[in-house]
């Protein structure tokens, strides 16, 4: 797997003095400016002039780096939710063909669009729930653009980065490709293959050093437990401050003296590729970001998701007459939904849950993860009836908390978010369970609404408590907002459906 280098590992000590001065609000800033000119030629000029900090330091990064501006996405009148959703999209596409010398931007062949605010660049997961939007929007072309830019991300670096920065190719998130790769409508043969290709070439990503590990071992992303099931977990192959996050790591480290500073940015790291960073659901004490352990934790989202992905492998090899391929991976599959539905179910609270490794058992904490078995069709139909009743413990006005737990985290109550709801529903409508799925859809569309109305914008995540933007985390709640433009655009959209049949089977 490659790793890029960094601007943190470029600049070195001038990164470090920049963030940890606190130069911009934001710590992302800096991380994502473009060097005018090679990194050395900087460094060298850095240290003849030592700019000891404050004005001067300013000054000098001014003088040496163009300082990217967040650019939220608006229209001019107040349209129709609908039309202004598809009204962003304009607005949101980017081109990054060629990434300019000692930049963090990764290059890209193709346009693509990005969620919003300080998110300039192309993300992993957030992009499925985008394309279910363009797809709604009659935007086929971009949705093929942005399959074939993860493709080329395959092919070059050999997974699917955090995001399109040098600084996120140390890790990947959610593997939601393979449900992109169902949303082409390049059928062709070359198409094809192309696509299984690239599935197998990330499936390979998650699974490395799965053969040498015995039972009861570990070795990055993959777990072997005691009975010789395969599962996995998240990881980062980095152990250091995160670049985009540099001034907080540093902090984090500074308040947690009882922890190894490389552990703990470890774990930092792995909920960063959770897609959830961060969350009572990786923290030992369910409160302090210092107490947090994502790598102890084998979740039961990521490992739902590998079984999709292992179904989706099978099935596109097996048109093609691919039927060793898809054999090995229909064993892998099943192999994994047995271990997910003996390991990952919690009989006493009737959900699913993550595994604590260090326990040995399956955490008793309820979360909005439970509902992905759901979503991949791998629970039983009474465990799907008894996560659906769990999930309704989730449930508030404005759809389903990520959690129970008010930690102040972003991924915590009260907040909630699209593609949580989109998981929720699609995998409750998947087992009958309409009357939940309906309710959390109506009442979520219900909230967005209201509050475009208000506002004239779409947030990242919500409260959906109080039914307002969301609350927590590293940063302010960005508008935009690219994952919540899909889901509430189709989530419409089946609904006007509907409306026009009511006796249309969902």
Known sequence: MMVADTPASLFGPLFAAVQEEGLFPDSKTFADARPRRAAAAILADWR???????????????????????????????????????????????????????????????????????????????SYFTMLGLVRSGRQDLVENMIANFGSLLDRIGHIPNGTRSYYTSRSQPPFFYLMVQLSRDTTEFGVRRHLGWMIREHDFWMEGADDIPRGGEARRVIRLADGSLLNRYWDDLEGPRDESWREDIELAGHAPEREATGLWRDIRAAAESGWDFSSRWLADGQRLGSIRTTRLVPVDLNALLVGLEQAISKTAASIGERKIAAEFAERAGGRARAINDHLWSEKGGYYADFDLDAGAVSGQLTAATAFPLFTGLATRERARSTAKALERLLRPGGLMTTLSPSGQQWDAPNGWAPLQWVAIVGLRGYGRTQIADLIADRWLAMVGKLYAESGQLFEKYDVVACSAGVGGEYTTETGFGWTNGVTLELMAARDVEAQDPGIER
Not at 50 to 73: H, K, M, S, T, Y
Not at 85 to 108: C, K, N, Y
């Open 48 to 126: 003849a002039r030592a700019p000891a900090g404050g004005d001067a330091l300013r000054q000098f990064v001014l003088e040496n780096f163009d300082i990217p501006q967040g650019q939220p996405a608006e229209t001019a009148d107040r349209l129709p939710l609908a039309d202004h959703i598809r009204a962003l999209w304009p607005r949101l596409i980017r081109t990054s063909d060629v990434a300019g010398p000692g930049s963090s931007e990764l290059s890209l062949p193709h346009s693509y669009v990005v969620p919003g605010g300080r998110f300039r660049e192309l993300y992993y997961w957030d």
